[in-house]
Each structure stands twice: as structure tokens, then as C-alpha cells.
């Protein structure tokens, strides 16, 4: 007798996930991780109002010149240990500003505190990494945070007589070997190179020093959609 054929049931199709944004203006669409959602209805470290007195070490302030946005924030510093104990911030950005900063302020203050040279190292790829990404448009929202944290720090260096720590916004060197800056990746990227190899070309980042591809990428990513909007 023939075996008998074994019906299995199809297996129900996975419902495609629903977009969090449609953009009916420039159309496109993109949904949010769990960690963006988690940090955006629920942030951390966030001050609903500036606080009334100088109770913080550290004030920094800064606007996204690619959206026009403002973040402020405030820093208490261990000074004998030269770590940053806590860190609040307040924001008038948007959804993937606000979970970025959250995650920020977090990533800074967790195990009692980042060194403050630690600090100046954390890269927005490195955010973007614990929130399990943003949607491409929504990278530059990463960067305020990142750049307020950064804007108090030098007012602690200021502040405290450490003149020779202070890093000049655009200044921060990204390859060691080459001494290539933010500012160099802008300046490439605003003359047309808009590819790794194209900027690689123009000033040799990275050849020697591979690690610093990753950063170099996001900042291409970045100064690309800052002043040649999306593809
Ligand atoms: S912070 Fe302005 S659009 Fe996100």
C-alpha cells in the first residue's frame, strides 16, 4: 500500500513590520528598534526644566545645524578621579535625539562613571550600536548629544585651568597616523568627494589606520545628508 502523503500546514506568513514614520511630504517610511522606543518613551537622565541654580560642574549647549535643534547638557565630574558621575541633558529634537541621549547618558554614567577621555572618545556609531541602529535619515540626531557632551567638557576644562584639553569641535583628530580631522572629512565631502575611496583619495584616512574607517564612514554619511540631503 502507498505511503500516505503527509499534509503539513503552511506556515503562517510573518506580518511585515509596521512603519513607526511615513513621511508624507518627501515620502519613505522607517520603524525604530526596541532600544529606541524603550529610551524615547522612557528616558533616562532627562531634566524637564534647566535647573535654576549652578548645582552642575558642566553646562554644554548645542544646536544641529542640520535640523536646527537644540541640546543642552549638564555634567557633575569627579575631579579626583577625572570621571563624569552624572550627566542630564534636555533637548527640544526629536525621537532619535532623545533616545540617543538617553543612551548616551547612560553609556557615560554607568559602573560609577566614564573617565572624561573616555568620554571624548565615544563616537556616535558607538550609540547607535547600543540602540540598535536608527534609520539613516534620523543619524545626524545622534551627533547632538555627542557634541553637547563634548561642548561641557571643554566648559570643565575651561573652568578648572585645563586649557591644553580642550578640543576644538571639528579639530578632533579621527586618524592618528595622517592627523586627518572632522573638519578635513567635512572640507572633502563639501568638495564632492562623497565615497570612502573618493575621500580617501583626497586625504589618505584610514591607509594606515583602519580603525578609524567605521568613524570616517558615519562622517561621510553625515556631512553627506547635512548638505546634499538624502539620496
Ligand atoms: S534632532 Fe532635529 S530632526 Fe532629530
Redesign the pocket.
Known amino acids: 500500500m502507498p505511503a500516505k502523503a503527509i499534509k503539513t500546514k503552511p506556515k503562517p506568513k510573518s506580518k511585515p513590520k509596521k512603519p513607526d514614520v511615513v513621511n508624507k511630504h518627501v515620502g519613505g517610511s522607517w520603524a525604530y528598534s526596541k532600544e529606541v522606543r524603550d529610551h524615547f518613551f522612557n528616558p533616562r537622565n532627562l531634566l524637564w526644566e534647566n535647573p535654576k541654580e549652578a548645582i552642575y560642574d558642566a553646562e554644554g549647549v548645542v544646536g ?1 545645524p ?4 537644540v ?1 543642552r547638557v549638564w555634567l557633575n565630574i569627579d575631579p579626583k578621579r577625572d570621571v563624569i558621575t552624572e550627566f542630564k541633558w534636555r ?1 527640544f ?5 532623545i533616545a540617543a541621549t538617553s543612551m548616551l547618558s547612560v553609556m557615560v554614567t554607568e559602573k560609577k562613571g566614564m573617565k572624561i577621555d573616555k568620554a571624548l572618545q565615544i563616537r556616535p556609531q558607538d550609540i547607535l550600536k547600543r540602540l540598535g541602529g536608527l534609520p539613516d535619515r ?1 543619524i ?2 545622534s551627533v ?1 548629544g555627542d557634541k553637547a557632551l563634548r561642548a561641557a567638557i571643554n566648559y570643565w576644562f575651561k573652568k578648572t585651568g585645563q586649557i591644553s584639553r580642550i578640543v576644538v569641535d571639528g579639530e578632533k583628530v579621527i586618524d592618528p597616523n595622517t592627523k586627518v580631522t572632522e573638519a578635513d572629512i567635512e572640507e572633502a565631502v563639501l568638495e564632492g568627494a562623497t565615497t570612502l575611496e573618493a575621500v580617501q583619495k583626497r586625504t589618505k584616512v584610514g591607509i594606515g589606520y583602519p580603525e578609524c574607517i567605521p568613524a570616517v564612514e558615519e562622517l561621510i554619511r553625515f556631512y553627506k545628508e547635512k548638505y546634499f540631503g538624502r539620496e
Do not use: F, N, P, R
Open positions: 544641529s542640520a535640523c536646527g535643534d541640546m533637548t529634537g526629536c525621537a532619535s535625539a534620523k545626524h540626531c547632538l
